[in-house]
């Protein structure tokens, strides 16, 4: 149920994920285009909603790849371990991220309430509140870490290591 759960909500967030870089992509490339073409009609805010687009994306990237397992890894350093060893880096990798996530989420919380008290106003014509498009971004990303982590763990997986696809590993058996 766990592992159903995890996957639907990897493949929500994927998708997520690339609609949010298209939109940048789009948004980004037609101020261009318009600065170009028509000078006259060129707006100032293409480049800011680009980066709230790039920004949301690349919080809500942390906990996909968490749920790939493809997180942060050395494995140039965890590789040499024996097998004890590299189970007791990844309990430690994993409560690391875990703490240091739910911290980032508190702290990115406290300065989106900061911002959003001190009514903080983007620079460009649009005048876009920056706690809700900028500052919202960290706690929201943080949080998905963290629910993420923690139905990683009841699902008995880490952040480090993907669990090996079935395909591979009927292969290997097979070329043996």
């Not at 971004?137 to 079935?166: C, D, H, N, Q, Y």
Request: hydrophobic share 55%.
């Amino acid at each position: 149920m766990t592992d159903t759960i995890l996957r639907i909500w990897s493949r929500i967030e994927t998708v997520l994920i690339g609609l949010l870089v298209l939109c940048a992509l789009f948004t980004f490339m037609g101020g261009a285009a318009v600065r170009v073409l028509t000078p006259q009609h060129a707006v100032d805010w293409a480049d800011e909603v680009a980066l709230y687009f790039i920004v949301w994306a690349s919080v809500i990237a942390g906990s996909t790849l968490a749920a790939e397992g493809r997180h942060i890894n050395t494995e140039i350093i965890v590789g040499g371990l024996s097998d004890r060893k590299r189970r007791a880096a990844a309990v430690f990798t994993f409560a690391l991220t875990l703490v240091f996530c739910a911290v980032m989420a508190w702290l990115g919380w406290e300065a989106f309430e900061f911002s959003r008290m001190l009514d903080d106003r983007s620079a460009s014509s649009l005048r876009t509140p920056q706690a809700w498009f900028l500052f919202l971004a960290l706690p929201t990303g943080m949080g998905l870490m963290v629910l993420k982590m923690i139905l990683l763990a009841f699902a008995g997986r880490g952040i480090t290591t993907s669990p090996e696809p079935a395909e591979t590993a009927d292969f290997t058996k097979k070329a043996e």
